[in-house]
């Protein structure tokens, strides 16, 4: 642990960001202790679960700014609320859907709803003002959808400037890229934001069209997918264009397997369980450009996700 306190460093000089996924106000603690320079994905839905109706402005505003205060300085990146799918909150309007994956959630669902949207912004953009706070969107998969979220951010700027209340008018805005068509058009979304934050874990199952909770189909969301892994680089690739970061969020960011494929790709930040962080610092520090750059070439020639998940299995015991 007093080692994962310092800067995870290549041995070529390259920092890379190591950041924890949070759910609650309590995860801040155990995730600086396990050596996270801030929160590079904090879920807001947990904090709407187990209540009766949604957490009103002024109680995201406390929340933000006591997870803010306690990280110190350190980046806070709030994802806007990520509903539907798996996650179904009681007190807010849902209709059946056939397929729940495929339907209103994430901004989709925000965007539907701006009356419990934009308070949420709001609370972001207020405690802005005082801490380094990020906005990022989920289950961006249109131009359009983001565009309509811009254009409520500059409405909930324009609100809190005629109240005379303290916000950042030059907040940083990400999205999740979960979604083929976010990959597929990333060099247009990254346009509009600052950074790009791959979730793995969805990625994969909509690249591969198989839902990653049936067993059966386990060899189809197993890690290290070739369509996944060109996915990455190709969202690298459009981000670091325009200039935007790119962080991932996923499982495989917490996967030293992992590691030096995804620094090999261009990621510039890793984002994970904070239990994962000490051992991903350490095989960064272990690693450099040239290596990393060579592991990534190697497996971007590859076919098959279990001769990858092999080589990278292989290669992550010879670093033990």
Request: charged share 20%.
């Amino acid at each position: 642990r007093q080692i994962a306190q310092r800067a995870a460093m290549t041995r070529d000089g390259q920092r890379i960001g190591v950041a924890a996924n949070i759910n609650t106000l309590a995860d801040v603690a155990p995730a600086l202790l396990q050596g996270a320079e801030g929160v590079g994905l904090f879920r807001t839905e947990y904090f709407y679960m187990g209540r009766a109706e949604p957490p009103s402005e002024a109680e995201q505003v406390a929340v933000f700014r006591e997870i803010a205060r306690r990280l110190d300085g350190r980046p806070l990146v709030v994802r806007t609320l990520d509903v539907g799918g798996d996650k179904a909150l009681p007190y807010l309007p849902m209709q059946e859907e056939n397929n729940p994956f495929l339907g209103l959630r994430g901004l989709r669902y925000c965007l539907e709803h701006p009356g419990l949207f934009k308070p949420q912004l709001r609370a972001a953009l207020r405690v802005g003002a005082e801490y380094p706070v990020k906005l990022m969107f989920p289950m961006v998969s249109a131009l359009d959808e983001l565009i309509l979220a811009q254009a409520l951010i500059d409405e909930a700027c324009g609100e809190l400037q005629t109240e005379g209340i303290p916000f950042d008018d030059d907040i940083q805005v990400g999205i999740m890229v979960e979604v083929p068509a976010a990959v597929l058009i990333a060099d247009h979304l990254v346009r509009l934001v600052d950074f790009l934050s791959i979730g793995t874990n969805d990625l994969t199952q909509y690249i591969m069209a198989a839902d990653r909770t049936n067993a059966a189909l386990g060899s189809l969301t197993q890690p290290f997918q070739p369509p996944v892994i060109r996915a990455i680089q190709q969202v690298v690739a459009a981000a670091h264009s325009h200039g935007a970061w790119v962080s991932v969020c996923g499982e495989w960011a917490g996967d030293t397997r992992a590691t030096a494929l995804l620094l090999g790709l261009g990621v510039d930040e890793l984002s994970m369980a904070a239990s994962a962080i000490p051992q991903v610092k350490r095989r960064i520090r272990l690693l450099d450009r040239g290596q990393t750059a060579a592991v990534a070439q190697e497996v971007l020639a590859m076919d098959s996700p279990t001769a990858i998940e092999a080589y990278l299995q292989h290669l992550d015991a010879q670093m033990e």
